[in-house]
């Protein structure tokens, strides 16, 4: 509201500040005269008054109410720095700004607080005096109750108007209930010690409860959100406050005894008829006790006091943790709450022991103070009568005399008449007095039943609140643990569910992912096999290319080779030729060559497919392969002889071969004489057959190396020269023949040679 | 051969030798035993091998020469016969 009304303001400042300016520009402008500097500067002047003034009331504001100032920042820009410099950072929490914020956080309730507080404290005040005592017991309680009521909402602050509220409270309901109740001396230290065991199990109960928590501060926000501090809170504070609680209990019982002590020993006082002495000393150990009852009620009020202003601080920090609402901490704060209320409920009921006591006290006293009155009246009456006896008159039995026992009984009697007197004045008037006694007993006893009721009421409240907190405590667990059971058995459905669900999937998405497989490996195979027919189709038309390649090259090789082998061949023939013609010249001077056989077997095998060379390899004489042939020079040699031989015999032929011929043949051979060599003509006539010019023309012949023409000539001769010369013609023949046929096989094979020498 | 010759020469002058010494042994024993030791049965006997181993001799040069034919006889009626 005040933002929103400043904010206005401020914006509507600025609007007129605006506008002012403007028109007083305008104005300014329209006004070109003197007075338009002095409006100019007046206009700015009064713009920056207003600004000025705008952000000081917003940097004042700001100071004052730390949200305003948070929303400035967050809305303005910059300002944030502006107020910082102005005003130093914003203010985090402390004990009191806390307060302060508390108070500025919540005006609302802080309104109700303020009003229930006012309320209250005029209530306090009106209670205050002593006069209405019931009413001051009503209010106490009902406020009391209030208070326990306002525990909820959170904030230390309460807790401190609270503490000051129940001290108060409890100062004024002290002092009016001791009057009225009766004495019961009762307490004794045991029961205080089991209460203080109690309280002690209690505590470390609650301490026994650890929650890990790392944050040390003891701020609000902290406590928030720490189970662990508000564990470590509330154990501080029940620990404080039993501590003072046992110390005021002890007090208290202290107080008690000394009173019950203090009562004793007046009755005794009262009672005892001891020798004067004791009876002095009594009245010294009287004193003393009294003495005692005083100090020991002092220090047990100032207890009482302090374990008040404890159980108060307890009581806020139970409160404080409970409106965090921090489940964790809800049985501790549970478990402290019923400690507190135990304690308290100890500490009431030491207190109405101690005011029993006290009241019996009183009773005694006052008992005591009669019984002194009169007693000391009846001694002043024996000491007026018989001065000379002593105050004692219980032990002087033996040594009073007649007179004065006369004396004594006559006393007595004049006593005894006053008495009865007084008894029958007291017999007419017992009824008033009893009645204003019952009136006055009555209110007493109302009042002091009001305060054990309101106590009473007060306790069983309490106890009945732990105890529904309890329950509430104890339900909500089984309920967390029957909703757990029944979200685990939900779970197990759930899983159970989804168990199955995942399984129907699982199966559905295989058969799928099966198909997808299926169809996947189907089109993969498909693929694969007419990669795989197109490969061996690839591969088919690279074998048949490869192929005819190779056929081509295979044939091309085997006609190489084909070449080769009849150039082998042609070699084979060659050499095998080379061999015949080798063998040939191996004829020695007189002997024929080697037989032929074996090479001519060897041009055979070589030309075994040559009709040709094979024709001409069988065209060799037999008696060429069996014995061999002569050389040239042998035949030459050999005709040389043959030739003296011829022409012995040349006369000799058919018809004349007688042995007178072959005598004159002789003379002939002895006395011709013919050229030794001549050549022949190219064409013989009839006188060249003539032996022994044929020989001369064959040795001619044979001496240049033409057998065969030696030969042709040697064949002419007739009669007994032809005979005689016969071994040597067929031997020359055998020779050219296989001369011829070698040197026709050389030639051929030559030429297959030559053919089959491959062209470049 | 011409070691035929002189082998036929060998053997003719051999066999002429022996025939003569023969004759002429014969001659000498026939001289001596029916002609009471005359010497014309050696001479005989001489001449008689000699002329024997002469004729072998002759015989023997000229034995390539010799012909052995066989007297065949044809009848002149399938002459006829063939020329129709």
Redesign the interface.
């Known amino acids: 509201m005040l933002r929103v009304c400043l904010r206005g303001v401020k914006a509507s400042a600025r609007k007129d500040c605006g506008r002012l300016r403007v028109i007083h520009l305008q104005q300014s402008r329209g006004y070109a005269s003197g007075g338009s500097s002095s409006g100019a500067s007046r206009v700015v002047f009064t713009g920056l008054l207003t600004v000025s003034g705008g952000i000081g009331g917003t940097v004042l504001y700001a100071n004052w109410d730390p949200k305003f100032r948070a929303a400035v920042e967050k809305n303005v820009p910059y300002s944030d720095w502006l107020l910082g410099l102005a005003l130093g950072p914003a203010p985090r929490d402390s004990g009191l700004p806390v307060r302060k914020r508390m108070e500025s956080i919540q005006p609302p309730s802080m309104m109700e607080k303020q009003k229930k507080t006012s309320k209250v404290k005029s209530g306090k005040e009106t209670a205050e005096p002593p006069a209405p005592e019931s009413s001051q017991a009503a209010p106490s309680p009902s406020m009391q109750g209030k208070m326990m009521e306002s525990i909820q909402p959170p904030s230390m602050m309460e807790k401190q108007k609270k503490t000051s509220k129940v001290k108060s409270g409890k100062e004024t309901a002290e002092p009016p209930a001791p009057e009225s109740s009766q004495a019961a001396p009762s307490p004794s230290m045991q029961e205080a010690s089991a209460e203080a065991t109690q309280i002690i199990s209690a505590i470390s109960e609650v301490q026994s409860v650890p929650a890990p928590c790392d944050s040390q501060a003891k701020g609000y926000h902290d406590v928030s959100f720490c189970p662990a501090a508000v564990s470590a809170s509330l154990e501080d504070s029940l620990a404080s406050t039993a501590q003072a609680t046992l110390q005021a209990i002890g007090a208290q019982e202290a107080a008690l005894q000394a009173i019950t002590l203090h009562t004793d020993k007046l009755k005794e006082a009262m009672e005892a008829e001891a020798p004067s002495e004791e009876k002095s000393t009594q009245w010294k150990d009287l004193e003393a006790a009294l003495a005692d009852r005083t100090t020991s009620m002092s220090d047990a009020k100032a207890a009482l006091l302090k374990a008040n202003e404890a159980l108060d601080a307890l009581k806020g920090v139970i409160d404080s943790s409970k409106g965090l609402k921090v489940p964790a901490a809800r049985p501790l704060v549970l478990a402290a709450e019923e400690n507190l209320h135990r304690m308290m409920v100890d500490l009431d009921k030491v207190v109405s022991k101690v005011q029993s006591a006290e009241s019996e006290a009183k009773i005694v006293a006052q008992y005591s103070e009669l019984v002194r009155e009169a007693k000391q009246q009846f001694q002043r009456e024996v000491s007026s009568l018989t001065p000379e006896i002593q105050a004692n008159w219980k032990g002087l039995a033996g040594k009073l005399s007649t007179d004065d026992l006369n004396a004594l009984i006559a006393h007595a009697h004049r006593r005894i008449d006053q008495l009865n007197r007084e008894l029958a004045e007291q017999r007419v008037r017992e009824k008033v007095h009893i009645q204003a006694a019952l009136e006055q007993q009555k209110l007493e006893d109302q009042r002091s039943l009001e305060n054990a009721v309101s106590s009473a009421l007060q306790h069983v409240k309490e106890e009945a609140r732990l105890e529904q907190e309890r329950k509430l405590a104890e339900l909500r667990e089984v309920i967390e643990a029957e909703m757990r059971t029944q979200l685990r058995r939900q779970a197990a459905a759930h899983t159970d569910h989804v168990r199955d669900v995942l399984k129907v999937q699982e199966q559905e998405l295989r058969a799928e992912a099966e198909q997808v497989l299926s169809s996947k490996m189907l089109e993969q195979e498909t693929r694969y096999r007419q990669l795989s027919q197109e490969q061996l189709d690839n591969f088919t038309l690279d074998m048949n290319a490869a192929y005819a390649r190779l056929k081509g090259v295979e044939e091309a090789i085997d006609s190489h080779v084909e070449a080769e082998a009849a150039a082998r061949k042609a070699h084979q023939l060659w050499l095998s030729v080379e061999a015949l013609n080798y063998a040939l010249k191996t004829a020695g001077a007189e002997s024929p060559s080697m037989p032929l056989e074996d090479a001519a077997e060897a041009v055979r095998a070589s030309c075994t497919d040559n009709d040709f060379a094979s024709a001409l390899a069988s065209a060799l004489p037999e008696e060429s392969l069996k014995r061999g042939v002569y050389s040239e020079a042998s035949l030459r040699a050999?005709f040389n002889?043959?030739r003296s031989?011829a022409r012995r015999?040349a006369l000799?032929?058919?018809s004349h071969?007688?042995?007178y011929q072959?005598f004159l043949s002789y003379l002939q051979a002895a006395l011709l004489f013919e050229k030794q060599q001549e050549a022949p003509p190219t064409q013989l006539r009839s006188e060249d057959l003539d032996p022994f010019k044929l020989l001369s023309y064959a040795s001619y012949c044979l001496e240049h190396g033409d057998l065969e023409l030696a030969a042709k000539l040697v064949n002419q001769l007739r009669g007994?020269a032809r005979?005689?010369?016969?071994?040597?013609l067929t031997e020359a023949r055998l020779t050219l023949e296989t001369r011829q046929a070698a040197s026709l096989l050389a030639a051929y094979a030559n030429a297959a040679g030559l053919g089959s020498t491959q062209v470049p | 051969m011409a070691a035929e010759y002189g082998r036929k020469w060998d053997r003719c002058l051999a066999d002429t030798a022996v025939k003569t010494v023969t004759g002429i042994g014969v001659g000498i024993v026939f001289s001596v035993l029916f002609f009471k030791r005359r010497t014309w049965p050696v001479s005989f006997g001489s001449g008689l091998g000699l002329g024997m181993g002469y004729s072998n001799c002759q015989h023997d040069f000229r034995s390539p020469y010799l012909i052995h034919g066989g007297m065949v006889k044809v009848s002149t009626t399938w002459k006829t016969c063939n020329f129709f």
Do not use: G, H, P, Q
């Open positions: 050999r002889a043959l031989l015999v000799i032929d058919e071969n007688t042995l072959y007994e005979r005689v010369v016969e071994d040597w």
